[in-house]
């Protein structure tokens, strides 16, 4: 069975090939030249010169028939000759009646049909089969000896039952502890030999257009006019209904390649009707389709897109057509920025240099794997792209040495980041505050590739032991490449763990790159929907999800530690030095102990403007009885004179 349509290599995430664009333009051309090339003037009968009467459909609306299919190795068949030597039921394939002529559920048909010994022998023999589907009008009979026959109540169309293909590659694999050995169809480029060899189509898809379309004489559409049949009837314009086998949704790795082995065939013939949009639709696709293949697209572009609409929720499908072409404008923006951050940074300040190192070691592995695997050649160079960016960045900021030792593992990398001060610098002069920062940067990314090999070390052994007893393989190289790859996919995100230990013990994120970052989070998420809809490793599909836990984390890690401004951004550029910020710290608290005395001493002058108040209030009030006093004295003092004056004048 060939395998097509899937996504051929583990770093493959979305589906490629399929050109909407193509289908789109092509769609437009089918419109203009059939709007603007079409004949206005109807047809005339040259020896009448009266128009000629339009094409009617021959049936009504649930007109109710029946479906007979007849095999034979040839793409005729004499049904008369084989009823008159009574051998009709020996190449009867399949039977359907009391079909109607419309959208009813009911009338849709399906059923598994083995084929018999004599056509699975004639093909074993690399001989052809072909289906004679008659569709006749319920109440007449599809043979011209027949009483009840009559040609404008029967038609037939033909359809070879196999395909003559070029074979798939094999290649033989071994497990490289017990030896057995086991041939597996080759994925990716230039995976078909030059050998043609017979496959089997499993299915037997008989579609009827339900379609009343009135035509003007010869007029009826180019494209589609190959598929209308007419009564062998002399004046007769009526066409018969549209009838056809559909393989627009047989899969290439559906095909089922025959040969001795096979034991038995079976065929799932179905009926059921189909609109005239849809199969105008379908028509024009697969027209796109292939003239991409004459441009040498790869039939297992298509094959991706068909298996996405037959297993995946429409509107799913329009959500993945949409944010398809947003993953390559993130993917692009992320080289783009993460090539700008790298270019403008004087330093590696709080970033992980092991953690560079590795990923640099993971995209050569990566490569390696997809170049032993014949992946296509924009997924090599994405690769490729994505590995010189690792080495620029290395090379810019990193000193890697290579230092021999007596004991195993005998070889060991000793990695310094060229802004960090050497032993000796350490010893001879006393260091700034940003080479201390380098150096403690150094430090805490030690401790974190420390603990975390811990725990990866032994998950690396244990995944290539696995690998190594129960999976096959090319060769040794094949098995560290693939045991390898496999690890990266598994375990890549553990590679992740240095920097979010080196931000927990910095208490910052300023250091990183977050522009990059927030793009790739964007298409991991992009990824994420992918992983559902589209064929994958399933090492793969575990990746796209690690990748949304480790970015969640650092995103809580920058609500932790806030803006740090003696830190650099993403350019490399700090707002502060480390001198300017203890100097503004110093100038907020002299301001903040001047407000304060500012504070205390006009609280103290209200106090002061207070009693002052209350004091004046006091004297005037006092005054004010002194004089209250006096008044009523001095009342007091008329009032005793008065009296002392009236005995006098009485006397």
């Not at 109710?64 to 004499?78: E, G, N, R, T, W």
Request: glycine content about 2%; proline content about 5%; overall charge negative.
């Amino acid at each position: 069975m060939e395998e097509a349509g899937a996504v051929n290599n583990a770093n493959e995430q979305q589906p490629q090939g399929f050109n909407f664009a193509g289908l789109a333009r092509t769609l437009m051309i089918y419109y203009f030249i059939s709007t603007f090339f079409r004949g206005d003037k109807p047809a005339v009968d040259p020896s009448s010169g009266q128009p000629l009467p339009p094409h009617h459909n021959i049936w009504r609306d649930t007109e109710p028939f029946s479906i007979d299919v007849y095999l034979s190795k040839k793409d005729f068949i004499d049904l008369e000759a084989l009823h008159r030597k009574d051998k009709l039921d020996d190449v009867l394939f399949w039977h359907q009646d009391h079909i109607k002529y419309n959208w009813d559920p009911s009338n849709e048909r399906s059923e598994n049909v083995t084929i018999p010994t004599w056509a699975l022998n004639h093909l074993i023999n690399n001989g052809s089969l072909f289906a004679h589907i008659y569709v006749t009008k319920q109440g007449y009979a599809h043979l011209p000896s027949d009483p009840d026959y009559d040609p404008l109540a029967v038609f037939n169309i033909t359809q070879q039952l196999n395909s003559h293909r070029p074979k798939r590659k094999t290649q033989s694999r071994v497990n490289l502890v017990s030896g057995e050995v086991e041939e597996v169809e080759i994925q990716g480029r230039d995976m078909y030999t030059d050998e043609i060899v017979n496959y089997w189509k499993p299915t037997l898809s008989i579609r009827m257009l339900h379609d009343f379309t009135v035509y003007p004489s010869h007029q009826i559409p180019p494209d589609v006019a190959p598929y209308y049949s007419f009564p062998a009837v002399q004046n007769f314009s009526d066409y018969f209904p549209v009838t056809f086998v559909d393989d627009f949704w047989l899969l290439s790795d559906d095909f089922i390649m025959i040969n001795e082995t096979v034991q038995s065939l079976t065929t799932q013939a179905a009926f059921s009707p189909i609109s005239q949009i849809k199969w105008r639709l379908q028509l024009q696709m697969d027209v796109s389709w292939k003239m991409q293949r004459q441009l040498g697209s790869d039939s297992g572009d298509t094959d991706t897109f068909k298996r996405m609409v037959l297993e995946t929720n429409p509107t799913l499908l329009a959500l993945t057509m949409v944010v398809s072409t947003l993953h390559m404008v993130f993917e692009f923006l992320a080289f783009k920025n993460d090539i700008q951050f790298w270019k403008n940074k004087e330093h590696g300040e709080g970033l992980s240099a092991r953690t560079m190192l590795v990923n640099c070691v993971f995209q050569v592995i990566i490569f390696l794997y997809l170049l032993d695997n014949d992946t296509s050649w924009m997924i090599l160079i994405s690769s490729a792209i994505g590995l010189a960016i690792e080495i620029w960045k290395i090379r810019k900021t990193l000193n890697v040495n290579v230092v021999r030792q007596p004991s195993f593992p005998f070889v060991t990398l000793k990695v310094r980041n060229k802004h960090a001060p050497t032993e000796e610098e350490q010893a001879s002069r006393t260091l700034t505050e940003h080479e201390k920062s380098m150096l403690e940067t150094q430090k805490y990314d030690e401790e974190a590739m420390r603990y975390t090999s811990y725990g990866l070390y032994p998950l690396v052994l244990g995944l290539c032991i696995y690998s190594l007893i129960y999976d096959s393989h090319k060769s040794w190289y094949s098995f560290i490449l693939s045991s390898l790859t496999s690890c990266v996919y598994t375990f890549g995100f553990v590679m992740m763990v240095p920097q979010l230990y080196m931000n927990y013990k910095l208490k910052s994120v300023a250091h990183l790159p977050w522009r990059m970052l927030t793009y790739k989070a964007l298409n991991t998420f992009i990824d994420d929907l992918f992983a559902f809809i589209i064929k994958m490793p399933t090492l793969h599909r575990l990746s796209c999800f690690r990748d949304d836990i480790i970015f969640f984390i650092y995103i809580y890690q920058r609500y932790l530690y806030r803006v740090d401004y003696s830190r650099a951004n993403e350019y490399g550029l700090v707002a502060k030095t480390p001198e300017e910020v203890q100097k503004d710290k110093e100038e907020d608290e002299r301001k903040q102990l001047e407000e304060t005395k500012q504070a205390e001493q006009s609280n103290q002058a209200e106090t002061a403007k207070t009693e002052s108040e209350e004091s004046k209030a006091e004297t005037e009030e006092a005054s004010h009885s002194a004089e209250e006093a006096e008044k009523s004295l001095h009342e007091t003092d008329l009032q005793e004179s008065v009296k002392q004056r009236k005995p006098k004048s009485s006397s």
